[in-house]
């Protein structure tokens, strides 16, 4: 088994128009998704919901405030998932909830350390 | 109470505060002799009470006895008093003679301190198990044969293994630093969940054997809620949990110790007390912010104390599921989570996310369940599963529920 970090991006502007009742039920399709892969004993690490603020260090000692790439693929957060393949791992991306608010998922193979 | 049912009663009741005082006196590497002076008090006192009256007193007697058991052993034993005496040096303080301390205050946080030094990483979990039903519980030899379905002699090489690596470890009967408590707290609590479920969920055909695990475990457990350095929310947590769990056990076992499952119980028969002792103890493990799966899985059983079948308690629990598995992974949690899913859900939503379980095939519980999920769906796919966890079973009374499932679908 390999492990895949699953990056989530979205609209970040999606997020602050919630109210905490909207919020609720954004929730329960993670919890059911990130659920069902931990059934399947594949999720490895559950990650990270990112806030939306944020700010880049460049090389130059400038410091910049995010978010840095368009507002609209702004990174959400990240899950690590296990997988046998780069297809499975995709395959089990299909599911994730992002995808049906207009985000999408970067699946990434983790290369271990030697 | 009868005299031949006095003595088995005060064996288990007195025969593990006597080996905890004395072991704690003597250090861990002399616990042998603790046991031998326990055993050979209760050997006395079944020679004597049978020849003569019964003391007044059964068990300040025993301790009586036991004391200078180990007076005698000390006076004795020259070597091994100079050994001991430098152990128990900060205890002694000005006295000149070796005191046993048989007080309840004594008593208890001897067996609080021997929890600490039993359940260690070092030793596995099942001869930490053993170790606690022999030393911490007072059990025979054969009854945790019976309930571990193995043999005396087996049992015997476990145990005798276990203490031995722990005395290689060198290992202090003592309270752990207040820094340390809560990693010691984790394996010490993983063996009382343990203790427990092998009560609850074992196959072992002694219903009362099976219960008296039960209430060991809680006895042990709630000894660590009466410390204050130990009274914990994930000590409360799981405490709350053996109650939800307790007050099913008139319900879940029929007149021929037979397992009747959830869905079929007599709901009358939940104990009420416990319910709410439950409930008590999960208000209380709800102080700070730390969330450990014993407080998911208290949630869990305390929503199965809820006798309405309602969408809302089954989402409830299928939430719990989630973040039970998402904390920690374990075959239980993803069949029962795909259970609730079903009852939440419905069965064709459950089907889908059962059919990606691949890695439970083997179990027959999974095909138990996809049998149960099939059902009014598609019961030839119903069958299927059934007779494929029929082979899969091992005990005859899972292949005769499983039988009962099949005959009532053709």
């Known amino acids: 088994m390999n492990e895949f970090l699953l990056i989530f991006r979205r609209d970040a502007g999606f997020d602050a128009q919630l109210t905490p009742a909207q919020m609720q039920e954004v929730t329960k399709p993670w919890q059911d998704w990130m659920g069902g892969l931990a059934a399947q004993n594949k999720l490895a690490n559950s990650g990270a919901r990112l806030a939306v603020d944020g700010k880049v260090v460049k090389s130059d000692g400038v410091i910049t405030n995010g978010p840095y790439v368009e507002v609209k693929e702004a990174l959400g957060g990240f899950i690590i998932i296990r997988a046998a393949s780069l297809e499975e791992a995709a395959e089990l991306s299909k599911g994730c909830p992002i995808l049906s608010t207009g985000g999408n998922v970067e699946v990434r193979q983790i290369v271990p350390m030697q | ?410």
Request: aromatic share 8%; proline share 2%.
């Open chain 2, 1 to 410: 109470m009868h005299q031949d049912q006095l003595l088995p009663h005060l064996y288990r009741t007195e025969y593990r505060k006597i080996i905890a005082v004395l072991a704690r006196l003597f250090g861990f590497e002399h616990i042998q002799i603790a046991e031998d002076i326990a055993s050979d008090t209760f050997l006395m006192a079944s020679e004597t009470w049978g020849k003569n009256k019964l003391p007044d007193n059964p068990a300040a007697w025993l301790y009586t006895v036991a004391k200078n058991k180990a007076k005698d052993h000390l006076k004795h034993n020259a070597i091994f008093t100079k050994k001991v005496a430098l152990h128990v040096k900060t205890e002694l303080s000005q006295q000149h003679e070796i005191e046993i301390d048989l007080s309840e205050e004594n008593i208890n946080d001897s067996q609080l301190q021997m929890m600490f030094a039993i359940c260690q990483p070092i030793i596995p979990t099942e001869a930490q198990i053993g170790l606690a039903l022999r030393i911490l519980c007072g059990f025979g030899i054969d009854e945790i044969a019976d309930a571990f379905l193995s043999n005396k002699e087996t049992i015997n090489k476990r145990l005798f293994r276990a203490k031995e690596k722990l005395r290689e470890h060198n290992v202090k009967i003592e309270f752990p630093d207040a820094n340390e408590i809560n990693k010691r707290l984790e394996t010490v609590l993983l063996t009382l969940y343990l203790l427990f479920n092998e009560g609850y969920y074992s196959i072992s055909g002694n219903t009362n054997l099976r219960k008296d695990l039960c209430l060991e475990a809680m006895r042990l457990n709630h000894l660590l809620i009466e410390n204050k350095a130990t009274d914990l929310p994930a000590v409360n947590a799981l405490f709350s949990l053996m109650c939800f769990h307790a007050s099913r056990f008139d319900a879940r076992i029929d007149k021929d110790g037979e397992m009747i499952i959830y869905d079929e119980q007599d709901t009358s028969l939940w104990n009420d007390e416990l319910i709410s002792r439950g409930t008590n103890y999960l208000i209380r493990a709800s102080r700070g912010e730390e969330l450990t799966r014993y407080h998911l899985e208290a949630a869990i059983a305390f929503w199965h104390t809820q006798k309405a079948d309602t969408i809302e308690k089954w989402e409830s629990i299928l939430q719990l599921y989630n973040k039970l598995l998402i904390l920690e992974y374990s075959p239980m949690a993803a069949l029962n989570r795909t259970y609730a899913l079903a009852k939440a859900d419905g069965k064709e939503a459950a089907i889908i996310e059962a059919e990606k379980l691949t890695q439970l095939t083997d179990s027959h519980l999974y095909h138990s369940l996809l049998g149960y999920l099939y059902t009014g769906v598609d019961n030839e796919m119903a069958l299927q599963h059934l007779h494929r966890s029929l082979k899969l079973a091992k005990t005859i009374e899972e292949k005769n529920r499983i039988r009962k499932n099949i005959k009532a679908l053709g």
